[in-house]
């Protein structure tokens, strides 16, 4: 099976959230299967600068007005890659979602590109049965199949969040390279607008997301516009959790760790949490139970009613640890709860991968109170480093964690906390269970011991896709 991916992140070169952990995993553990899996990438410096670079497999006079642009085949460890290098448009450090002028038309210019590929391969002959698309950059990728000649490759979108969707005036339809015949509720049109995400979700062979539960909530309120759409198409829709890679994510070798652990060593966690103490201005109190977030400050995480139970926490003993950045009002309003609570709350705004690392190593709590979460990454990886995920029952949250009750305690199967309503209250109440259990060692470390072994592999939910790209490939 011949596939290539096609998204703007990539870890460890460019990355702002789950999306460039997913790519970086999924397409290995499908080569690890036996897929002949390729992605192409933006030629961003980070990327390019890292790689090792093969050969031009094509060029362009002009993509989308953004000037000259390449193909180039390259090799990342273990995954094949091809670049779009145009450097009008991706020669840039920083947030690859900045510079807002030419976005549209940067990221339409990616989805061209993997849709020519997908027509006519690469220098080498290589070509693709199946085009998966991933997120709403990429979104024009089935129209440009679609609209474009034959042959034309199976094509599968993947929503990884569908409240990001890309929708741009109407006017850039020729500067897009869409024919006018595509603006029409069947096409790209999305409310007089040019909707990059719609245009992937109505002409895509198939559609997935990232867990079962989130599937089912964006066909009924969780849409964000694009729920009739997707009730529409529910024959299509396919709801596959995501997993954790063990090579980036393993407390037993994991390079950014003060000491490393396993299960059968869960003394050798405990230098970490005191190393992160220090570091994020924390006492190091030894007793104190240890809450932390790692997230974007986006109003979709929730992180405002863990706003709501920051003096809550304090006066009740424990510790709070902020990593996070994004809105300016949550950034500062935890600013300020660290300067109320010194040596109590310790935050720090910006984005620093190791440090993430060295949280979920350290805390006793993961907090995700978020309001939607198509599968979040974090309540995993705090399982695999033995702290205990505290979220809210909502899409992939909802699929990945156990929360404690008489019955799942009785029965041994709670791997963490939940709530349900989304407020500081019910957050409140979900500590509170946290805190009683943090009385009783044996129990803690007995859901410690389950989240540690429960498995979350990449193995199980390559093969489903393995599954989703059966129904569709033809070869061409
Ligand atoms: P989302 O993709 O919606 O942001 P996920 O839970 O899927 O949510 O993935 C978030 C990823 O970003 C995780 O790898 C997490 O560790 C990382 N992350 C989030 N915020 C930060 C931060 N401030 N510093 C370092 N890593 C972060
Ligand atoms: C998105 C979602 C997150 C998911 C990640 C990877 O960014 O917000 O829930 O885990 O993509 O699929």
């Known amino acids: 099976m011949r596939v290539l991916f096609v998204a703007s992140e990539l870890f460890p070169y460019v990355k702002t959230g789950g999306l460039g952990d997913v790519m970086a995993a999924l397409p290995r553990a499908m080569r690890g299967l036996g897929a002949d899996v390729r992605m192409l990438v933006p030629a961003y410096p980070a990327i390019r600068d890292a790689v090792l670079i093969q ?8 993509l989308m007005g953004g000037g000259p642009a390449r193909i180039l085949k390259a090799e990342a460890p273990g995954l094949p890659l091809y670049l779009l290098d145009q450097p009008t448009f991706f020669d840039r450090p920083g947030n690859p979602y900045g510079n807002p002028e030419d976005l549209a038309r940067r990221f339409a210019a990616l989805a061209w590109a993997s849709a020519h590929l997908g027509r006519h391969g690469d220098a080498e002959g290589w070509w693709p049965e199946v085009l998966h698309g991933h997120d709403w950059p990429v979104g024009l990728m089935p129209a440009y199949v679609a609209y474009g000649d034959s042959p034309r490759p199976a094509t599968v979108m993947t929503i990884h969040n569908i409240a990001f969707q ?12 869409l024919p006018r015949h595509a603006f029409t509720p069947e096409g790209v049109e999305f409310h007089g607008d040019i909707g990059f995400l719609k245009a992937g979700l109505r002409l895509a062979d198939r559609i997935s997301t990232v867990s079962p539960t989130y599937a089912r909530e964006i066909q009924q309120s969780g849409g964000h ?14 709801g596959i959790l995501n997993g954790v890679d063990r090579e980036v994510w393993n407390p037993a070798k994991d390079p950014s760790l003060l000491s490393r652990y396993d299960l059968k060593h869960p003394a050798r966690r405990l230098p970490n949490r005191q190393g992160f103490q220090t570091r994020m201005g924390l006492q190091a109190d030894a007793e104190a139970p240890l809450f932390a977030a790692i997230s974007r400050l986006d109003p979709l995480k929730g992180l405002d009613l863990v706003l709501d139970n920051v003096d809550h926490l304090v006066a009740r003993g424990a510790q709070l640890a902020i990593l996070g950045t994004g809105d300016h009002h949550a950034e500062e309003a935890f600013r300020q709860a660290a300067q109320r609570h010194p040596g109590r709350v310790g935050v720090f705004i910006g984005y620093d991968e190791a440090l993430a690392h060295r949280a979920f190593a350290a805390a006793d709590v993961i ?7 198509p599968c979040g990454l974090t309540q995993l990886y705090a399982q695999a480093y033995g702290a205990l995920p505290l979220v809210r029952r909502t899409g992939g949250l909802a699929d990945t964690v156990v ?11 709670a791997t963490g906390f939940t709530f349900e309503a989304a407020n500081g209250w019910a957050l409140g109440e979900a500590i509170n269970a946290a805190l009683a259990l943090f009385q009783d ?3 803690w470390r007995q859901m410690q011991r389950r989240g540690m072994k429960a498995e979350f592999g990449w193995e199980g939910p ?3 896709y393995f599954d989703l790209y059966r129904t569709i490939s033809k070869g061409h």
């Not at 050969?55 to 002009?62: G, R, Y």
């Not at 890309?166 to 390279?177: C, D, K, M, N, V």
């Not at 516009?225 to 396919?238: F, I, K, N």
């Open 55 to 62: 050969e031009v497999t094509a060029s362009f006079p002009d």
């Open 367 to 373: 907090l995700v109170p978020s309001r939607q979460e």
């Open 403 to 413: 929360g404690v009750s008489p019955a799942t305690l009785a029965d041994d199967t």
């Open 225 to 238: 516009g694009l729920e009739g759409l997707l009730a529409h198409r529910s024959q299509d829709l396919w």
């Open 441 to 443: 060692p044996l129990a």
């Open 166 to 177: 890309g929708r741009f005036p109407a006017s850039l339809l020729q500067e897009l390279w």
């Open 462 to 464: 390559a093969r489903t």
